[in-house]
């Protein structure tokens, strides 16, 4: 995405996901399934939309909090429907509930999220898609792809002339370890 770092510095949404989170390697759970759910909400939209929705889609899915989201059921699901703060689409919802009930079971085989990852790292973008879909629901490669650029798991996050490009090799990206 390298023509984010052309056109994302100073925009009032696009630059500070730019400059402190995109590329940036994460382990906590809640940032990893924020950073899913993201992905999945972009889906066919415009990442402004989203990055403009992103309070409203934390706020509604309880924080990003697993356990909560895994539990919604119909009253829930409801809510986010009619929730004009996010991104209405059942599918999407959906998909985050399934995700979350996912994210749960994966504490059990692996530890967490972030222990899934490094368990699949490195591996080419089709396996990612490929790990991905034998688990998780609304992952298709541009949504694999776009979640792994933004934790540092695959290199092109940012441009080298980019000034950001330093800083995320300095927070050690899962990338650069297989090199």
């Not at 759970?29 to 066919?44: D, K």
């Not at 059921?73 to 429907?81: F, M, S, V």
């Not at 990612?128 to 998780?136: I, K, L, N």
Request: proline share 6%.
């Amino acid at each position: 995405m390298s023509g984010y770092c052309l056109s994302a510095p100073g925009h009032p949404a696009h630059g500070p996901y730019h400059e402190f989170e995109y590329g940036f390697p994460q382990r906590e759970e809640a940032v990893l399934f924020e950073r899913l759910v993201l992905e999945i909400n972009q889906a066919g939209l415009a990442w402004l939309t989203v990055l403009r929705k992103r309070a409203g889609l934390r706020r509604a899915y309880a924080g990003f909090a697993v356990e909560a989201v895994a539990g919604f059921g119909a009253a829930e699901r409801a809510r986010l429907l009619g929730d004009a703060g996010i991104i209405r689409n059942r599918r999407k919802i959906e998909a985050a509930i399934h995700n979350a009930g996912v994210l749960l079971a994966l504490r059990d085989s692996h530890g967490g999220f972030a222990g899934w990852l490094d368990a699949q790292h490195p591996a080419s973008l089709a396996d990612w898609v490929r790990a991905f879909r034998r688990r998780f629901v609304f992952v298709g490669p541009e949504i694999v792809n776009e979640f792994l650029l933004s934790l540092g798991y695959l290199p092109g996050a940012h441009r080298p002339d980019c000034p950001v490009y330093a800083r995320t090799l300095a927070a050690s990206p899962p990338w650069r370890h297989c090199q």
